[in-house]
């Protein structure tokens, strides 16, 4: 693989589940590369019992909504050399302070977001400003200081992030039972020194033209699923602007965003539904 032109490699370790981080540390490390662990969706999760977002360079935690730890905006950086630590921490103390009225608004989305957890009301939740179940593609965006008002809610659930991460295992191991009948779903493949965060559950339609039948009998069910991401990066025309003719066709990415299924493993997720027969 020619990696003359990277500068980094970025590991996304997507829904809370582990990639193999120990494997592309060495990779980065073997080509003189810096490697960034994103573990914005894996705060929790472990593999080889070393956390994710604690290898390469940089980890990172995001504190958006639909993670294990939210106030739905904000996040945290983990940096291993001093260098990396210092740039951050200079940055960070330029930034402008949070505003209140912000920080206000913020918090009242925060507790319509977790009133409306539920799956049975995630469709009325949808079409709240909450920004749930779109991707935007975003250039321009505010940038502050985190707001010490919204840092209470992360601080507390981040003392139960043991608990939170076990609660969402046994929900997508009872879910996973659950669906064992159906034709119509593969499950991920995880590694097996791997201990996911579960953020969601991923599974794959194995007929991408019956993956919206699928989502709205899971629903149905009352089991909030979602097609997670839109479309593959290539297909998005901002980044494909960007990108050489080589890179336009991405089969695998393409397959996976026409086919993905996400389900929620929070507290509400109901768990007792599984396939009709000959589903």
């Not at 980890?59 to 210092?86: C, H, Q, V, W």
């Not at 593969?186 to 965060?197: I, V």
Request: glycine residues 8%.
């Amino acid at each position: 693989m020619d990696t003359s032109r990277a500068v980094a490699i970025i590991s996304a370790n997507l829904y809370g589940l582990p990639n193999d981080l120990a494997a592309l540390q060495a990779f980065a490390n073997e080509r003189g590369l810096r490697m960034f662990d994103d573990a914005a969706q894996a705060m929790g999760a472990t593999i080889d019992g070393r956390p994710a977002g604690g290898f390469g360079d940089l980890g990172l935690y995001s504190f958006d909504k639909g993670k294990n730890i939210t106030s739905m905006e904000g996040g945290a950086l983990m940096a291993s050399a001093p260098e990396l630590r210092n740039a951050i921490a200079a940055r960070n103390g330029a930034l402008p302070p949070a505003s209140v009225a912000h920080a206000v608004k913020t918090a009242a989305k925060l507790l319509a977001y977790s009133l409306l957890l539920r799956p049975g009301l995630y469709g009325a939740a949808t079409h709240l400003p909450l920004g749930l179940g779109r991707t935007p593609y975003e250039e321009h965006f505010r940038i502050s200081a985190y707001s010490p008002m919204l840092a209470g809610a992360p601080h507390l659930l981040f003392s139960r992030l043991d608990e939170l991460r076990h609660g969402r295992e046994m929900n997508a191991q009872r879910i996973l039972r659950a669906l064992e009948g159906c034709r119509q779903i593969s499950a991920p493949q995880l590694l097996p020194a791997a201990a996911p965060a579960w953020a969601r559950l991923p599974v794959f339609a194995t007929d991408p033209s019956r993956r919206n039948q699928l989502i709205e009998a899971l629903v149905g069910a009352g089991i909030g699923a979602t097609a997670s991401y839109p479309s593959a990066l290539n297909r998005v025309p901002q980044v494909a602007a960007l990108l050489p003719p080589s890179d336009l066709q991405q089969p695998g990415a393409e397959q996976v965003s026409e086919t993905i299924v996400t389900l929620p493993t929070h507290a509400y997720v109901p768990v007792d539904a599984g396939c009709a027969s000959g589903q």
